[in-house]
């Protein structure tokens, strides 16, 4: 069985990890999956790029202006919703042609316009569609916040400059895709329960297959390592609690950095002897903006892109925090429980589904500061040994290779079958 895994990105942002890390578990486990993406970042053979052209550039400009126009030429969330206005047909090239399912992650920001998609399904292939946030089943965003109008047919969209308008863009595009969708019989896969219990909620998604499953990881890479080793290659503190932060872009207000850091102040308050062994290790662009804001000392170690060198980072944490306000199922804490770290995290999103509350971490009221210094307080004087054996048992059993792989070759034979 040949598939085609189609994502704008080959390596940058969680979807493309993901997406990435699904092609290489399918090939080891006996499917021939290819990656075709806009933007390709390594010479991996099996990662196909669209032959460039500046049109790829001013595609993605184009629905940025259409974007920054429906905001009434403010730039407010301008990269957080997008329009799908403008994209490539890809169903011509030989890839698409040999593949027996097309398998869709995330094709944003000008990779694949909502024409292109029903290029797709008109070409009569089968269509596995992960679902890395909200957007294949919104009008616009990729996170509705507290917006619940997905649910039936969005319109005055808060993601609009001024609350948008009861014919803005949310609603157009919102009505296109439910035009589209009507026609289609697409397997849509959710990354996290939580996920998929919003997609059943809304309109777009009635009569289609959905389910959930997790991404996977390559745990013959990801696993426990000597952390003093890891500590010295990095030139990180040995003799520090060290508490592991990562987002693409640390300043991210989604990624609830402002939470973690008046966290740690509350721990300096109530906590002085903990507190003095603490530091703070931050992963992502922008850490440098914050660095000046918690009470402990800081670490930035900025974007690190090579897998290899993110073992090193997770094995040389004590804790990974995660105070994202909304999220899926983040690629970090599944990183994290590989390496045998514990993790504490909000209750939203699907980082409960991850987090076995008292087990492998601690999962703190949902933007409660305080709580989330009590989960990194227990986490760091409970049976420390404990925690990190049952982290690391939880990624083999449910996050493996082969157990994801094993759950989306289920799904590519139903559909195959149901397409003969």
Known sequence: MRVLIVNTSERIGGAAIAANRLMEALNNNGIKAKMLVRDKQTDQVTVVPLEKS????????WERVRIWQANHFHK???FEVDLANTGTDITNLPEFRDADVIHLHWINQGYLSLKNIQQIIRSGKPIVWTMHDMWPFTGICHYSGDCHKYQQECHHCPMLYSG????DQSHKVFLKKDTLFREAQIYFVACSQWLENLARESRLLVGQNICNIPNAINTNMFHPMDKQKARLKLHLPANKK?????SLKITDKRKGVDYLIEACKHLQQTQPEL???LAIVTMGKAGEETKHLFPFPVYDLDYVSSERDLVDVYNAADLYVTPSLQDNLPNTIVEAMACGIPCVGFNVGGIPQMIDHLHNGYVAEYKNAQDFANGIQWSLESDYAELCEMAYRKAIATYSESNVAKRYINIYNKVTSNNE
């Open 76 to 78: 407010h969330k301008l």
């Open 54 to 61: 500046w049109l790829h550039g001013l595609k993605f400009v």
């Open 164 to 167: 948008g308008s009861g014919n």
């Open 275 to 277: 507190a003095k062994d």
């Open 242 to 246: 060290l508490l592991l932060f990562g």
